[in-house]
């Protein structure tokens, strides 16, 4: 199955002169792949996925090493989930069920610092 995905995806890596962003279950070695094939934002699906916070924290840091943004789709909308993914490092978040203004609004005070929001800062996290 994991070959067969692959092929797929290459196959579609040469099809990148107008598309520049793919979402999709991905591993570190992919990667690196994508980013060399001219990919510059990547979609880390946590929410429709079995990924662990090590595999997600692991591949923000591939991405940061070739210089791809990585953006992590959260599987729940709750304050620890949104400083997670922002400590390791994610370049943004995909909040899942989000219909309303009032609700991004109502999100931003977990991804901002204070004062206009309720996130803390700690010198020991990779955060952007």
Known sequence: MMRKRCSIIIKFCKHLESAKCI??????????????AGVNH???????????MEQT????????????????RIPTVLEDSIKKVLDMG??????????TPEQVYGLLKYAK???EGYRGACPYVMSQ
Do not use: Q, W
Request: hydrophobic share 50%; with cysteine; net charge negative.
């Open 90 to 99: 994610a370049s943004g978040i995909v909040l899942p069920n989000v219909s």
């Open 113 to 115: 610092h204070a004062p």
């Open 42 to 52: 990547i979609i880390i699906d946590n929410e429709h996925t079995y990924t662990t």
């Open 23 to 36: 979402h999709c279950f991905l591993a570190k070695k992919l990667i690196e792949i994508l980013a060399a």
């Open 57 to 72: 924290i692991n591949m923000v840091r591939t991405c940061d090493s070739v210089g791809v943004a990585a953006s992590v």
